[in-house]
């Protein structure tokens, strides 16, 4: 490494034991105190008046979209309250009062904010000047937007090649910005677009392509309501998706059934008070999971093929379990994976579950005659090594079922960031699109690279190997939201140049290249004002719905600028006006933008027109039962190996979950409320009878040790917390533990780090 990039930085934070305060988790989600912290937070970050102007606004038909999740909107939303507790404080989090500009930069050394947690960086407020950190300095220093673009520009120039630079995007830019973005690099000649896709949701798009033809979901909000039953597997909605439970409620309401598939009992899947209507403030609520099935951690899969043994046995005796007029006319495997499914024993499988078979005999009987099923999921199915396969198994439920295509059926993989889907549909992807580079050559006129670039497990190793030279981000916080923090923080300090379009502080600002840059960008909820005159951008949610999000409030500071005109400014900066992309002119005018999207990404027409109100559904051939991309024009049922963890006597394993104060690494408060945990982070849930084995007692301090290919990692300083957690399994929030994820473990195929199974030893202070 440079010698002059040796900043005396940490990337841990600060380790401190506050007041921590362990109470009884609580069973219902939302309700009254639901709606109480939404408002304390956002009063406390934006004021009174200023928050309740803008929650009104949200997600509303002519307001923007929540910058917290991507669930969807209903067609017509409910007037003024169509928001969660944890959309209210993404809302606070970006909207604050707080600034920070030059003056903070002076004060504050870049090695003494390192030292801060990630909760304290968050809490300085938002980004409001371009700052440049240069060689060897130690504090970032004002820098004119017009310097940082020239700065990128030259820096781009002096690549060998267009793939020593690297295009990283976080989920919640517009998919103006995305598109823009995508196109800027595939015009530099790089496919290098990691997104945080690629740590996400990456395993449902390759599991959902390779069985279905689509990468996406196919169920839409209504399909919900009337579904017979909702299996909810790895997915805690009541902190992540919080308006999700609205859905459920209907469902329920409507005689459905719900079934919860997760090492935890969540609280939002006990019971959910709903704060739209009185009941939900002063009754009792809508008790949400009929069964919940404590799975062991990565024993999907086996619980799975134990659930389709039994209705395969169900279906040997009353012939009407399964539904073969489906499975014949658009499915392909059936024989094979009934072949497959008898070379299990169903006791080994039911061992593997750690589920009890009653409560699986349960489920078994509520599955065998209904049709209108619906899956759920999220990252405690796709973080694991065998993420893709988990996935698929869940598909050859619903298949079998003949539960796709249909009304109340379906996949329903639920996404995270707010606009992670459209960022994808755009173009923001590493692999190469055969169709849509013809699109590009023909539309806009310049030949996009056919080799194709690298993901996020591909851009650390880049960067840690000295091959990447530049590594720009569109949002988010790299450093911490990847795997093996460590690996990280080298690759990253690698790199000849870094630069952060951003909102909030945080540590990828601190951990950095050579020179780096931060370029403060308008949030969502904000007013985007050119020539006196208000713009829009457009958002695809979780289920493939295109829609105009317009902010309203004063932004943060006259000169912060937005996605997409930072990005055409360094586009022409770089290319001048002898480009068949008229750069300039892109970033000024999104209806352009909108009619190059229209005529390069696949599905998108008329936005102009069609995104206005409730918007438009991006086509989706499942929801029309077309299945003439896959081998033999159908459906695929496929055979998933059971997952093989060699734990050692003293191991166990691993999630790395969210707590419900934080938006991933944005931490927005020290309390997990509805698991009883306040003023603390750095714990680890772990099954009491674990405990008495080993002799660890509530609030011991453990440090957690993880060793892949010979190489210990440790995560510093967790208090123990008896937890109802399956025996064998543990649970601790992330980013803290990321340190512990080897950067070369992942899922097959999707190379999603492996975050929610990794094997782990706890050793006492
Ligand atoms: N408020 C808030 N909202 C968010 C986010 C946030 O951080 N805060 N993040 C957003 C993003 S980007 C995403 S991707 C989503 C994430 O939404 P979730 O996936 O709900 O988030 P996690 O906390 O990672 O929770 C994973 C759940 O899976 C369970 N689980 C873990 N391993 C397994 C397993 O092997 N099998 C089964 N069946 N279950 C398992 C865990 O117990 C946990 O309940 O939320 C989005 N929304
Ligand atoms: N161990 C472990 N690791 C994980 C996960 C896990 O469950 N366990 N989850 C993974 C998942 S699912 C995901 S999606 C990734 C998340 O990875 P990222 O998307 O990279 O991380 P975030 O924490 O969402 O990014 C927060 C930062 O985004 C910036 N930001 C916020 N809003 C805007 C905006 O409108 N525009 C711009 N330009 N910037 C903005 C702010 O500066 C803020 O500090 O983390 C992954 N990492
Ligand atoms: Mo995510």
């Not at 009941?279 to 951690?297: Q, T, Y």
């Amino acid at each position: 490494m440079d010698a002059k990039n040796k900043r005396n930085v940490s990337f841990r934070g600060s380790e401190d034991f506050l007041d921590i305060e362990i109470k009884e988790p609580i069973t219902h989600a939302a309700g009254y105190l639901g709606v109480r912290e939404a408002l304390k937070h956002t009063f406390k970050e934006m004021g009174v008046l200023r928050s309740m102007r803008t929650l009104l606004s949200m997600n509303q038909k002519n307001g923007f979209d929540c910058p917290s999740c991507a669930w969807p909107d209903p067609e017509h939303p409910a007037p003024g309250v169509e928001y969660c507790e944890n959309g209210a404080k993404a809302l606070g989090d970006e909207a604050t009062t707080s600034h920070i500009g030059v003056d903070f930069f002076k004060k504050y050394s870049v090695e003494e904010l390192s030292q801060l947690t990630d909760f304290q960086l968050n809490k300085f407020g938002r980004l409001t000047e371009p700052m440049v950190l240069k060689p060897g300095n130690v504090h970032y220093q004002p820098i004119s937007w017009q310097e940082t673009f020239d700065l990128i520009a030259d820096e781009l120039k002096k690549l060998n090649n267009p793939d020593e630079a690297i295009f990283y995007t976080s989920g919640r830019s517009s998919n103006e910005a995305a598109f823009l973005y995508g196109m800027f690099a595939r015009a530099l000649g790089t496919n290098n677009l990691p997104d945080c896709s690629n740590m996400c949701h990456e395993s449902s798009g390759v599991a959902l392509g390779e069985t279905l033809g689509i990468g996406k979901g196919s169920t839409t909000l209504e399909d919900l309501y009337e579904a017979e039953v909702i299996l909810i597997a790895g997915q805690n909605p009541g902190t992540n998706h919080p308006r999700m439970l609205s859905a459920l409620e209907k469902c329920k309401q409507n005689g459905g059934k719900v079934i919860s598939i997760n090492p935890l009992e969540e609280s939002g899947l006990v019971n959910f008070k709903n704060p739209q209507h009185v009941k939900g403030w002063i009754g009792g609520g809508e008790d949400m999971a009929d069964i919940h099935l404590p799975v062991n951690i990565n024993q999907d899969i086996p619980l799975v093929k134990l659930i389709l043994k039994k209705l395969l046995a169900l279906e040997q005796e009353y012939k009407n379990v399964f539904d073969h007029d489906f499975i014949k006319k658009y499915t392909d495997g059936y024989d094979a994976l009934i072949s497959d499914l008898a070379t299990y024993s169903s006791k080994a499988l039911l061992n593997k579950t750690g589920v009890s078979e009653a409560k699986i005999d349960e489920t078994v009987a509520l599955l065998a005659n209904k049709s209108k099923i619906i899956v759920c999921w999220a990252m405690g199915l796709t973080q694991h090594k065998n993420g893709v396969e988990n996935i698929r198994e869940y598909v050859n439920l619903l298949l079998l079922k003949g539960a796709i295509g249909k009304p109340n059926s379906g996949t329903c993989p639920v996404r995270g960031h707010s606009n992670v889907q459209g960022d994808r549909s755009v173009g923001i992807q590493h692999f190469v699109d055969k169709e849509m580079n013809d699109r590009i050559k023909k539309h806009l006129g310049f030949a996009p690279p056919d080799h194709e670039g690298v993901d996020v497990v591909g851009a650390m190793k880049a960067m840690h190997e000295g091959n990447a030279k530049i590594f720009m981000c569109l949002g988010g916080n790299f450093l911490m939201a990847a795997s093996d923090t460590e690996y990280t923080a080298k690759g990253i300090q690698n790199c000849d140049l870094t630069v952060q379009v951003s909102t909030k502080l945080n540590r990828t600002h601190l951990i950095t290249g050579k020179t780096a840059l931060i370029l403060p960008t308008i949030g969502r909820s904000e007013k985007d004002m050119k020539n006196g005159k208000p713009r829009h951008f457009t958002v695809e949610n979780s289920m493939g719905r295109v829609k105009k999000s317009k902010g309203i409030l004063k932004p943060a500071s006259e000169t912060i600028m937005s996605e997409p005109e930072i990005i055409a400014n360094i586009a022409h900066a770089y290319f001048g006006e002898n480009h068949p992309m008229q750069w300039k002119s892109l970033g000024e005018d999104y209806e352009l933008i909108r009619t190059q999207i229209d005529q390069v990404a696949k599905g998108f027409s008329n936005t102009k027109e069609r995104s206005e109100g409730a918007g438009y559904y991006l086509p989706n051939n499942v929801r029309n039962l077309d299945f003439s991309m896959l081998p033999n024009g159908k459906a695929q049922i496929t055979i998933n190996k059971l997952p093989v963890h060699d734990l050692a006597k003293d191991e166990y394993m691993l999630m790395t979950i969210r707590s419900h104060d934080q938006f991933n690494t944005t931490i927005y408060g020290l309390d997990d409320r509805y698991r009883g945990v306040y003023n603390a982070r750095r714990i680890v849930f772990m099954n009491t009878d674990d405990m008495k084995a080993v002799g660890l007692k509530k609030l011991d301090i453990v440090d957690i040790t993880s060793t892949y290919d010979n190489l210990v990692r440790i995560a510093h300083n967790f208090k123990v917390v008896p937890y109802n957690i399956p025996s064998g399994n543990l649970a601790s929030y992330f980013p803290e533990t990321n340190v512990l994820v080897p950067y070369n473990h992942f899922a097959e195929r999707s190379k999603t780090p492996i975050s929610k199974s990794i094997k782990v030893r706890l050793v006492k202070k």
